[in-house]
């Protein structure tokens, strides 16, 4: 039920304001209530992943991609996280949520999670858009070629050596 309070809160703020670039950072304020811990008495790696889609959901309604009619169904294809420091019980929190790209095929976001400016972990999310089941280059939802960056060079380098 909490997670489903957040999304209406974030669709709310997305939706409450003018439309925003692709290129935009998105930043969203949240609190680990007590229903967030882990066993150890801290915000767990798992529950990241649920701050990180409900930071892209900020992104896709912000952004107004969401209501394009490009696409129906969002697929993750990949994700990663690097859990920096501990979130204690109570604490506020931001995640910035951004686009960092595409190829042919997929969508590459970053989220930073900040306490009081302080980096405490970083996600990363590879995100494929579908319509009846198939891909739909993302050049054609942006409007625009995706440009290089080191990020997805690097990851697509680990994920082809991971196949072979």
């Known amino acids: 039920?909490?997670?489903?309070?957040?999304?209406?809160?974030?669709?709310?703020?997305?939706?409450?304001?003018?439309?925003?670039?692709?290129?935009?950072?998105f930043s969203q304020h949240f609190r680990v209530w007590l229903h967030d811990l882990g066993w150890r008495d801290h915000l767990p790696n798992?529950?990241?992943?649920?701050?990180?889609?409900?930071?892209r959901y900020g992104f896709w309604h912000g952004t107004r991609l969401a209501q394009s009619g490009s696409y129906n169904v969002r697929m993750i294809a990949a994700q990663d996280f690097t859990y920096l420091r501990p979130v204690s019980p109570l604490a506020k929190f931001r995640c910035d949520t951004q686009l960092i790209g595409w190829d042919h095929k997929y969508f590459y976001f970053r989220h930073n999670f900040y306490?009081?400016?302080?980096?405490?972990?970083?996600?990363?999310?590879?995100?494929?858009?579908?319509?009846?089941?198939?891909?739909?280059?993302?050049?054609?939802?942006?409007?625009?070629?995706?440009?290089?960056?080191q990020v997805i060079e690097a990851w697509q380098?680990?994920?082809?050596?991971?196949k072979d």
């Open 1 to 25: 039920m909490n997670l489903f309070g957040r999304l209406l809160l974030v669709l709310l703020g997305a939706w409450g304001t003018h439309k925003k670039p692709f290129q935009h950072v």
């Open 46 to 55: 798992y529950r990241f992943y649920s701050f990180m889609e409900l930071g």
């Open 115 to 149: 306490v009081k400016d302080k980096l405490v972990g970083i996600g990363l999310v590879k995100e494929a858009c579908l319509s009846k089941g198939k891909v739909v280059n993302p050049k054609f939802i942006v409007g625009s070629e995706g440009e290089s960056h």
């Open 157 to 162: 380098t680990l994920q082809q050596r991971l």
